[in-house]
């Protein structure tokens, strides 16, 4: 089994940063990608970015290219979403996601599939204000 904990999440001015984190725990994480969603009032859960655990490429929604960052640290089995330049659009439950170690999942158009992740966390609500 994996849990999944995320945490930075907050008020924030827009043009502000905010440095989402993502605490695993459970069975290995080398085999598995790693993602961040988020979901709006009233909106469905989007894509926000993915990065495989064991390194390579790294996938980002087009609203958030240039602006976040998502990385990890292995020895801390946490992952870390940067947040910068934040615009009142960003306001949103972010959730971090696990896909199991089993499933292979590659490229964009799997990544960003919220039905390629089995493991999600409660979230954390992040609030740009304008």
């Known amino acids: 089994q994996v849990q999944l904990v995320e945490s930075g999440g907050g008020l924030v001015q827009a043009g502000g940063s905010l440095r989402l984190s993502c605490a695993a725990s459970g069975r290995t994480f080398s085999t598995r990608v790693m993602g961040w969603f988020r979901q709006a009032p009233g909106k469905e859960r989007d894509f926000v970015a993915a990065?495989?655990?064991?390194?390579?490429?790294?996938y980002y929604a087009d609203s958030v290219k240039g602006r976040f960052t998502i990385s990890r640290d292995i020895p801390k089995n946490t992952v870390y979403l940067q947040m910068n330049s934040l615009k009142p659009e960003d306001t949103a439950l972010y959730y971090c996601?696990?896909?199991?170690?089993?499933?292979?999942?590659?490229?964009?158009?799997?990544?960003?599939?919220?039905?390629?992740?089995?493991?999600w966390g409660q979230g954390t609500q992040v609030t740009v204000s304008s």
């Open positions: 990065e495989s655990w064991s390194g390579g490429p790294t």
């Open positions: 996601a696990s896909t199991r170690a089993d499933r292979v999942v590659r490229g964009f158009r799997e990544s960003s599939n919220q039905n390629s992740y089995d493991y």
